[in-house]
């Protein structure tokens, strides 16, 4: 049987220090690993001089990691990942920064990657390349003479042609994804995205199923959005963790109606217009003051990029003007905390929830909105409030779906929410959560990975 090869950025797998692997991604791809006797690749996450990989086992994983220096992790993560391509990518041109010295680390790094890793990859390996950082692996591998079935899977969205047309040396790029056998997309919308720029680019031509040809080269592209653990969150719902947490929320709300937003503190994440939105209900509806409040969790993320900074201070600054204009002595309408939680007390607190306010501006899937939707009472759901800018929008259709750019759109969508009838939120809710179970991470890689296998 082939060994299944995953490279990351990051390595996720499970390590005799941290022995639960983080989220779902980590563990659909750690069972794939104990499945297929894999080695997961990637980034340690420390600085320092760059050597032989630090292989570790453990649950039956093998994870192997490099550091890399400190100029590196500059140019190609903090610069060509998160201040060029994320940006780019997540449609925020004016946030994008193009800058010379972020592609020459981003390609240097991938080719390290490649000398690197080369060296322990046997001739029938599977290989399984992960997310827009490492778009440049498949070709470089392909010079280090690896003629193994190689994969590649985007988690985020893929640009509109004139979009991505902006950013120097586009067509190296997508060139390279031509290095691959199999490029996988969460959603139809973001595949034919792609489509539209090999033909309007690079003059190439769409086959029957998804085959795209460019010069002498075909790779096969397929739509395969990622799931959750559903299995796991169901279980975690109910467990003591979930039970406990859960019970702490009803009691703090004291008979009020919790809305949850839990989100990465990311200006894609449309926190900002989520604040305005739940504020242009407040303002129209007073009325409803102090029956219902919104708790928003927001961990921090890439501090050490200027627009995050930025997007922290202005969340901060409008949490405290929501607060001072409308609470009363009794009643704080906004409860915004900068921390992350374990995810058997996420599920607690989703279950907890009347309704999950889910609004990113543009987001290749959101698990979050398929959590909200898998810790729910069966018999009394919450409702779910999604942005159909979300990738998850393709599947969760039943969501009250909603335009985050619109105050009103937010505050119509929670007004409607709140007085629905129960047997409409369980004739909406029971289709999704159907969709969860069934459209799990374990599908998803199975998906990838059976479509690799028959090349």
Same mark, same amino acid.
């Given at each position: 049987m082939s060994?299944?090869?995953? *490279?990351?950025?990051?390595?996720? +797998?499970?390590? +005799?220090?941290?022995?639960? +692997?983080?989220g779902g991604l980590a563990v659909a791809l750690s069972a794939a690993l104990r499945e297929a006797d894999g080695v997961w690749f990637g980034w340690s996450g420390e600085t320092g001089e760059t050597g032989e990989p630090n292989f570790q086992t453990f649950d039956g994983v093998t994870s192997a990691t490099i550091d890399l220096p400190e100029q590196d992790v500059e140019e190609y993560y903090d610069g060509y990942a998160n201040r060029t391509l994320w940006p780019l990518f997540h449609y925020r041109l004016g946030l994008t920064e193009f800058e010379r010295e972020f592609q020459g680390g981003s390609e240097r790094v991938n080719r390290l990657f490649g000398d690197v890793i080369a060296p322990h990859i046997q001739s029938d390996d599977l290989i399984w390349v992960h997310d827009y950082h490492l778009i440049p692996l498949g070709w470089m591998l392909r010079q280090q003479g690896l003629t193994n079935?190689?994969?590649?899977?985007?988690?985020?969205?893929?640009?509109?042609?004139?979009?991505?047309? @902006?950013?120097?040396e586009h067509r190296r790029l997508v060139d390279a994804l031509f290095a691959y056998d199999v490029v996988g997309f969460q959603t139809r919308e973001w595949l034919e995205t792609f489509h539209d720029y090999v033909v309007r680019e690079m003059g190439g031509s769409i086959g029957e199923d998804d085959l795209v040809t #460019?010069?002498?080269?075909?790779?096969?592209?397929? @739509?395969c959005p990622i799931g959750i653990d559903a299995d796991e969150f169901i279980a975690n719902a109910t467990s003591?963790?979930?039970q406990a947490a859960y019970t702490r929320m009803v009691e703090s709300s004291i008979g009020r109606s919790l809305i949850i937003g839990v989100d990465r503190l990311d200006y894609s994440k449309g926190l900002e217009e989520r604040f305005n939105g739940y504020q242009r209900y407040l303002e129209t509806r007073p009325d409803a003051h102090a029956n219902v409040y919104l708790l928003q969790i927001a961990p921090p993320s890439r501090a050490t990029v200027e627009s995050y900074q930025i997007i922290r201070a202005q969340l901060d600054s409008l949490s405290g003007r929501i607060n001072g204009a409308f609470a009363?002595?009794?009643?704080?309408?906004?409860?915004y905390v900068n921390q992350s939680y374990p995810r058997a007390a996420l599920a607690g607190i989703y279950r907890a929830a009347r309704i999950g306010l889910v609004t990113p501006l543009r987001d290749g899937m959101n698990l979050v909105a398929k959590e909200f939707v898998a810790a729910q009472d069966p018999e009394d759901?919450? #409702?779910?409030?999604?942005?159909?800018?979300?990738?998850?929008?393709?599947?969760?259709?039943?969501?009250?779906?909603?335009?985050?750019?619109?105050?009103?759109? *937010? +505050?119509?969508?929670?007004?409607k929410a709140l007085a629905m009838s129960r047997e409409e939120r369980v004739a909406r809710w029971r289709p999704m959560f159907e969709n969860v179970r069934d459209e799990s991470v374990i599908w998803w890689r199975r998906?990838?990975?059976?479509?690799?296998?028959r090349v």
């Open positions: 060994r299944l090869i995953v *490279i990351s950025n990051r390595v996720s +797998a499970p390590t +005799a220090d941290k022995p639960g +692997a983080q079935r190689l994969g590649f899977f985007l988690h985020i969205p893929w640009p509109p042609t004139r979009l991505l047309t @902006a950013l120097p #460019v010069g002498g080269r075909t790779i096969r592209v397929i @739509a003591e963790q979930a009363d002595v009794d009643w704080v309408p906004l409860r759901p919450g #409702v779910l409030i999604l942005s159909r800018f979300a990738g998850a929008a393709e599947q969760l259709d039943s969501a009250l779906l909603i335009n985050p750019y619109s105050p009103d759109d *937010i +505050a119509d969508a929670i007004d998906c990838f990975t059976d479509s690799l296998m």
